[in-house]
C-alpha cells in the first residue's frame, strides 16, 4: 500500500519567497499533521486537521497557513520565508476519526526546505 | 522540546547488548508512542502503549509506562547494527487532536 507522499522533496527559496508544501495521506485517512524538525531536533507539532478542519494548532507562525481539501490531501503555504524557516518538514496522516487516539501517525519521507 | 525530555541524548553500545532509552512527558495522555529515525528520513512508528497499559512488547522491544512518574522507557534487547537511529517518544495528550515528541534519543551500535 502506498504510504504518505509528500511533495516536494527538496525546496530552496530566497528570503521573503512563498512556498507550497503538499501532502497525500495514506487512502481512508482523514487525519492530517503537519512537523517541523531542525537539525538536530525534535519534530515540532504545526497543525492537524480532521475531516477538512483544522481540528489543533501547535507553534505554528502566522506566516504559515495550511488546509485540508475534499480529497483529504493538505498544503502547508509558507509566505515571507526567514532563514530559520530552513528545517525538515513532515506531515503525517492517521485513520481514525477522533484523531490519532490510540492509532499511530504514519509519516512521509518530508520536504527539505532551504532559504537563502 | 514541546513535552519533555529523553534520556540520554546519545547512546553507543555495541551490537548484541541492550540498548534503554527512558522519556519524560509533561501532560495526562491517552497513550504513548515510540518512533524511530534515520537520518534525514520521516519517522517510523515503532510501538504504542495505551495509559492504562504498564508493560508492552514488540519483538526485541520492551516498552513500559509509568504515569505516576509521567515516564516510559523503550528497551532494544540483542542490538544490531541495524538499530542504529534516533529514537522519539510522543505522546497524545487528553485534550486534542495533535501527537507531541520529545527531544529523541540517538542510539548509535558498533558492529
Known amino acids: 500500500a502506498a504510504g504518505v507522499i509528500q511533495s516536494p522533496r527538496h525546496l530552496i527559496k530566497e528570503k521573503r519567497e512563498t512556498a507550497t508544501l503538499k501532502c497525500y495521506p495514506i487512502?481512508?485517512?482523514?487525519?492530517v499533521y503537519w512537523y517541523q524538525q531542525g537539525p538536530g531536533q525534535d519534530p515540532q507539532f504545526l497543525i492537524s486537521?480532521?475531516?477538512?478542519?483544522?481540528?489543533d494548532k501547535g507553534s505554528i507562525p502566522d506566516r504559515f497557513s495550511a488546509q485540508q481539501f475534499s480529497d483529504y490531501h493538505s498544503e502547508l503555504n509558507m509566505s515571507s520565508l526567514e532563514l530559520g524557516d530552513s528545517a525538515l518538514y513532515f506531515c503525517?496522516?492517521?485513520?481514525?476519526?477522533?484523531?490519532?487516539?490510540?492509532?499511530?501517525?504514519?509519516f512521509g519521507n518530508g520536504t527539505r526546505l532551504t532559504v537563502t | 522540546s514541546q513535552q519533555g525530555e529523553e534520556d540520554p541524548q546519545a547512546l553507543s553500545i555495541q551490537e548484541g547488548e541492550n540498548a534503554t532509552m527512558n522519556c519524560s512527558y509533561k501532560?495526562?495522555?491517552?497513550?504513548l508512542q515510540w518512533y524511530r529515525q534515520n537520518s534525514g528520513r520521516g519517522l517510523v512508528h515503532l510501538i504504542l502503549?495505551?495509559?492504562?497499559?504498564r508493560e508492552k512488547h514488540s519483538g526485541r522491544l520492551r516498552v513500559t509506562l509509568d504515569t505516576s512518574k509521567k515516564s516510559s522507557s523503550l528497551l532494544i534487547t540483542a542490538s544490531r547494527a541495524a538499530d542504529t537511529a534516533s529514537y522519539f517518544c510522543?505522546?497524545?495528550?487528553?485534550?486534542?487532536?495533535?501527537?507531541?515528541f520529545g527531544a529523541g534519543t540517538r542510539l548509535f551500535v558498533k558492529a
Open positions: 510522543a505522546t497524545d495528550d487528553t485534550g486534542g487532536f495533535k501527537t507531541i
Open positions: 501532560t495526562s495522555i491517552n497513550n
Open positions: 502503549i495505551r495509559s492504562n497499559e
Open positions: 503525517a496522516s492517521s485513520p481514525t476519526g477522533i484523531g490519532s487516539y490510540n492509532s499511530p501517525l504514519h
Open positions: 487512502s481512508r485517512h482523514d487525519t
Open positions: 486537521f480532521y475531516e477538512k478542519m483544522q481540528s
